[in-house]
């Protein structure tokens, strides 16, 4: 359906999206809480009444859905075009809009003295209340058009929010969450590592002052792509905000003939009335819905054993059997075997590019290991890192023109790793080879874990011009392509970590790997932070060594058990230096997990507000029955006794029954309310308002409690 109108409404159960029209470039009037039919355009009209003010335009431009230079913006332009004439002051207007359905539309603008064509494509989800949003803009003209930037649509947002939550971090401490109060200018992030990236997620959060897990409004903002990015936050001096989110682009990486387009990569926004954890339930529900592979049920997320900190690099037959009777007997039902099984790989410092089976290792190839996990019951997987290449390896000495490159500039190294060119069709075909050869040989392979270990620091592909935006392309392509061939095999994004975590590369993988760093301690704040976006069943997380390889820390190994339960579970350590008890707890722990995976990768998951002595969350099935919760204390209390535990989510008046099902045994040394409660039953009334007295216990302890609706 084609339409003109002054006013579009996209409205779900939740909240409602309202776009202005009247001034020939589309704008957001309102985005928040559902408005009722009472609520019309012309009160929205008359009330958003702004005067001329002093030694100030006449009118005001509007923060469009791109605001331009041609529009007379001074933010930041949602488009940057240039050609050899004026396409610098692009200035579109509106000239139709195509309503196919109550939730979607498509604002189609032209600036047809530039000819130049712009269109917003946005889509309300009806029942996750997640926004999807993209702009397009096509060349019309007979000159080459380049593409500066090309911000998905840029979103006006209430002044009444005025603070900024973001995530950054590093390798092995990933998403780690930044607050700050906005101020007169712009809030910028920008990532240039050519992948999503540690230390720059794109994502953001604005809220209100007031707001936290279960309070205050607060919107979401998330960019599914996979390279580089820009996030900006501006408050503009006449006391308006707004959003603005898109590709980061090279010089000269978009360059349009007639007749062609861009399209930036999908914006995800939603919104919250009732704080962060409602907005992620929004999200976890779009991405369960949409993102994640139907075929996979609640149950179906096996136990994993990676064998990375356990061997790394020294493999053999007889080594691999003894990792696989272990792992199998304490309940482990997916076998990843890590780097080091390919032809020459001793280290990290050769042989990437190489994927053929190192027949010095496995003289007899892969099989007898397949063969040997498969009788212990379990699946086997494998690790690849198809984009990388080492300079000792025979593809790079074959092929040293196929590596990303800017002339007269010397290589950097990075892990003793350079980037493949995968815009060369014959890269991205040989490596398709490579992979999808092993996959046929050995059709029981079920799981890659696909990594990618460096940043991209020279970015020039065989044309000479800046090649991530063609790069993150044909990556998804060649991810697409193998599971196309090999539609049972499950994909892990890996890179280094969470290098490489969001809904780009998630629309085309099975589950991330969400940081490298296997200390349940400081997984802690890395999961939640990974939780504002992503469901629980997604964040692998593994039981590590008792000495993390990382940080050093020794943690006990119920805590590192209890940190790992809630995500998609493994173990990764060498399990021949298990003790016996540890044996035993690990096997109990892998029990829980699995008596508990359905709800753990199905309910709601609820983030208790911060302090500064435990991080603590807890899920609760959609039918509001029963629960899992988790205290976790990390830092010793100021206090002779810890806070009550108030629980969340659940039905006020139902009575639920209270047991504490991990650790199996804790030491204390006195008694205390754990000698008193279990199995005594109390109403969701009392467990939310009144909550529990918590025991003193010994830092790093973790307990999970469960409640059962009698």
Sequence with gaps: MSQAADFIDLHSDYMSLIFDCRRGTPCILYFGKRLNQQSNHRMLEVLSTRQEPKCALAEEVPISLSPCLGNGFTGSPGI????????????ASLVDIKQTAPNE????????????????QITLDLSSHVVIANTLVRNLSQQPLTVTDCAAPTF????????????????????????????????????????TSHDNFPGVLVHDEFANESQGECYGFHLGWSGNHRTRVELLPEQRTYVQMGE???GEEIQLKQGESYQSPNLYVSYSANGFGELSHHFHTYVRQNL?????????????????????FDHNLETMKQLADITASVG?????????WFKGRNSDTTSLGDWTVDEKVYPQGLSPIIDYVKLQGMEFGIWFEPEMVNPDSDLYRAHPEWVLSSEGNPQIMFRNQLVLDLTRQEVSDYLFSKISAVLSAYPDIVFIKWDMNRDINHTGNANGKSAIHLQTKAVYALIARVKSAHPHVEIESCSSGGGRIDYGILAHTDRVWTSDSNDALDRLSIQRGASFFFPLELLGSHVGPRDCHITGRRISMDTRIAVALF???????????????????????????????GLIHSGRHHRLDSNENSIDYGVVSHCKTQALFAYNHVLESRRTQPKRYRFVGLVKNYEYRFNLVWPTSLKEYSPSILSKIENQTFSGEVL?????????TFVQTSLIFKLHKV
């Design 567 to 597: 995500a998609s579970m493994g173990m990764e350590m060498d399990p021949r230096e298990l003790t016996s008890e540890d044996k035993d707890k690990l096997k109990a722990g892998v029990e829980l997990y699995k008596a508990h995976r």
């Design 80 to 91: 940057t075009l240039n050609n050899t004439a004026n396409a610098w002051s692009v200035g």
């Design 105 to 120: 539309v498509c604002f189609i603008s032209e600036d047809r003295v530039r000819g130049i064509e712009v269109n917003h």
């Design 292 to 312: 994640r592979r139907s075929e996979y049920t609640t149950n179906s997320r096996p136990v994993f054993y990676n064998t990375w900190e356990g061997i790394y």
């Design 332 to 340: 482990a039902q997916r076998f990843v075997l890590d780097d080091g």
């Design 688 to 696: 939310m308002q009144y909550g529990m007295q918590l025991p003193i």
């Design 248 to 250: 980061l682009l090279g």
């Design 156 to 195: 006006a947002i209430p002044d009444h929010v005025t603070k900024v939550l973001s995530f950054e971090g590093r390798w092995a401490l990933e998403f780690q969450q930044s607050t700050i109060d906005l101020f007169l200018g712009a809030y910028v992030r920008e990532n240039r590592k050519g992948k």
